[in-house]
């Protein structure tokens, strides 16, 4: 059966939980408000925030909902999807982003960058956010070169600001010593956790109204059963139940 059968037999006008839903029509519960507040507040003081939670919590979503206020005359969003590229695609990204051609020598790559992040908010007044997801698959030298990046300005103030989203072991890993550095520059971190049963509630609700449907689909025992099988993280559907 069709995906759009399988809608309109539920009474759908479209997806209700999937990745493409705008982000003025996701559902804020507490921790996802929390994570906005911190990494709107991140940006804005031009600081390194971490956002950790499990598969599903949502970190990606807060991280899009909270980029999508921002002026977009005033910043320019780096998103970096797969940090397994190493420091050097990072960098190469970085520096394509800004509108320049990275250099082939790693050395010089790195100058390019920082010079690229300095220039965009000295001389175009824009911000650079960059924003680092699956965060907690980065190396230890690959953080600790981050760390490097933004210490382009003395200690002075960063040029950019930077997210790193990942999972709880991220958040572990920065305690490490040989992280130390690192961990001290870190100037907000939030972790989201699972909703409780009322969230879960109030969320499917949400999404099926966006989705078309505004009477009651799950019985309460069913809203019950989803939260407890998902742990409370709204995590988004990739399939669809067959119809009774």
Not at 164 to 188: C, E, H, M, Y
Not at 217 to 238: C, K, M, N, Q
Request: net charge positive; with cysteine.
């Amino acid at each position: 059966m069709s995906i759009s059968n399988l809608q309109s037999h539920y009474g759908f006008d479209r997806a209700p939980f999937s990745r493409s839903i705008p982000v003025q029509a996701l559902h804020r519960h507490p921790g996802h408000r929390q994570a906005i507040a911190r990494i709107q507040w991140c940006v804005s003081q031009h600081q390194m925030g971490v956002i950790t939670g499990e598969v599903g919590a949502g970190k990606t979503v807060a991280a899009r909902a909270a980029l999508a206020e921002l002026e977009a005359s005033r910043h320019q969003i780096i998103y970096i999807a797969d940090p397994t590229i190493g420091m050097r695609g990072i960098q190469s990204q970085i520096v394509t982003a800004l509108g320049g051609t990275p250099a082939f020598y790693s050395g010089v790559l790195t100058h390019q960058a920082a010079t690229l992040l300095a220039g965009e908010l000295d001389e175009r007044a824009r911000l650079p956010v960059v924003v680092i997801d699956e965060a907690h698959l980065l190396t230890n030298t690959d953080l600790e070169s981050l760390r490097m990046l933004t210490n382009s300005n003395m200690d002075m103030g960063s040029y950019f600001a930077l997210l790193l989203i990942g999972q709880p072991t991220l958040r572990r890993r920065l305690k490490l010593a040989v992280l130390a550095a690192l961990d001290q520059r870190i100037s907000t971190r939030f972790t989201i956790t699972g909703m409780s049963q009322a969230d879960t509630n109030d969320y499917i609700r949400q999404h099926l109204k966006y989705a078309g449907r505004s009477n009651t689909l799950f019985s309460d025992d069913a809203v019950a059963a989803i939260h407890d099988s998902a742990r409370g993280h709204p995590g988004p559907s990739t399939t669809w139940p067959s119809p009774p």
